[in-house]
């Protein structure tokens, strides 16, 4: 084999290790996982969701003799809560809205300072009270809703109206479609309003990890934004330069015409 031989050779193999395609597979979540059929995902912190101004709370007091607690419960309203459109509303007890100052105005016990705390603290805290006047009470709160947002590259992004306290963000994701094949899963961006300032957060879905942040339970008021690909940027550039080349042609022909038009209309007399 002489010399010219090797180095056609060499050059053959360059060009097909060049054109080796990637087979990792970008769209999956959870690749660290590997090819394990089973195990324990990481656990996360707790999803005790901290009221904040402005959140809808359902507060019912009830014990064994229901007229010994009615006194501390709002009369029945036929309002429909907050988030409930087009539905033929029913009757029920009226809801408390968490003032600037975080605070509800409750039947008899009056003023209660609920933010920062957990339904289950806003529980005891009223349970405390009411026990002063009435055995074994038994109180039940619930955050009525919240809304979360979901933009980016999502194949349905929208406002979405929350009714559970516990929903994460591959609940949201779900509710929007899920990513597109656009969608970077290595940089899901959370932005949160905390203590007045807005902050964010980069979760990796390829990552297991992405359940022990405290991140993943959604919050009042939380922004999902997935970032486009490499992919998706490429090609916006690509059609923002075929725009703007054919727009330049377009002005060019136009001018064309013109002055030929021109030079016709010239010619002719």
């Given at each position: 084999m002489?010399?010219?031989?090797l180095?056609?050779?060499?050059?053959a193999?360059?060009?097909l290790t060049?054109?080796?395609t990637?087979t990792?597979n970008t769209?999956s979540?959870?690749?660290?996982?590997?090819d394990s059929?089973?195990?324990?995902?990481?656990?996360g912190?707790?999803?005790?969701?901290k009221?904040v101004?402005?959140?809808?709370l359902?507060i019912?007091?009830?014990s064994?003799?229901?007229?010994?607690t009615a006194?501390f419960n709002?009369?029945?309203?036929?309002?429909a809560?907050r988030?409930d459109?087009?539905?033929?509303?029913t009757?029920?007890l009226?809801s408390?809205?968490?003032?600037?100052?975080?605070?509800?105005?409750?039947p008899v016990l009056g003023?209660l300072n609920?933010?920062?705390?957990?339904?289950?603290?806003i529980?005891?805290?009223?349970?405390?009270?009411?026990s002063?006047t009435?055995?074994?009470p038994?109180?039940?709160?619930?955050?009525?809703g919240?809304?979360?947002?979901v933009?980016?590259e999502?194949?349905?992004?929208?406002?979405i109206?929350v009714?559970?306290?516990r929903?994460?963000?591959l609940?949201?994701?779900?509710?929007?479609?899920?990513?597109t094949e656009?969608g970077q899963?290595?940089?899901?961006m959370?932005i949160r309003n905390e203590?007045g300032?807005?902050?964010?957060h980069?979760?990796?879905?390829?990552d297991t990890?992405?359940?022990s942040?405290?991140?993943?339970y959604?919050?009042?008021?939380?922004?999902?934004?997935v970032?486009?690909?490499?992919?998706?940027?490429d090609n916006s550039?690509?059609n923002?330069?075929?725009?703007y080349?054919?727009?330049?042609?377009s002005t060019?022909?136009s001018a064309a015409?013109?002055i030929?038009?021109l030079?016709?209309?010239?010619?002719?007399?």
């Amino acid at each position: 084999m002489n010399f010219k031989n090797l180095i056609i050779i060499a050059v053959a193999i360059i060009a097909l290790t060049g054109c080796k395609t990637s087979t990792e597979n970008t769209l999956s979540y959870f690749r660290n996982l590997g090819d394990s059929p089973s195990g324990v995902m990481p656990q996360g912190s707790g999803y005790d969701i901290k009221i904040v101004p402005d959140d809808e709370l359902s507060i019912v007091v009830s014990s064994r003799v229901p007229e010994a607690t009615a006194m501390f419960n709002q009369p029945l309203n036929n309002t429909a809560r907050r988030g409930d459109y087009n539905t033929q509303p029913t009757p029920r007890l009226q809801s408390y809205i968490v003032d600037k100052q975080g605070d509800i105005v409750m039947p008899v016990l009056g003023r209660l300072n609920v933010a920062g705390k957990s339904t289950a603290e806003i529980e005891q805290m009223i349970t405390s009270r009411v026990s002063a006047t009435v055995k074994d009470p038994f109180v039940r709160v619930e955050l009525v809703g919240f809304y979360v947002n979901v933009m980016g590259e999502v194949k349905n992004p929208h406002r979405i109206y929350v009714n559970s306290q516990r929903f994460t963000l591959l609940d949201a994701l779900s509710a929007a479609g899920d990513l597109t094949e656009y969608g970077q899963r290595g940089t899901v961006m959370v932005i949160r309003n905390e203590n007045g300032k807005q902050t964010y957060h980069r979760l990796d879905l390829a990552d297991t990890n992405v359940f022990s942040s405290p991140y993943f339970y959604l919050q009042q008021n939380d922004v999902v934004y997935v970032e486009p690909n490499q992919i998706r940027i490429d090609n916006s550039k690509y059609n923002q330069n075929n725009a703007y080349k054919l727009t330049v042609i377009s002005t060019i022909v136009s001018a064309a015409s013109v002055i030929a038009s021109l030079v016709i209309a010239l010619t002719v007399k």
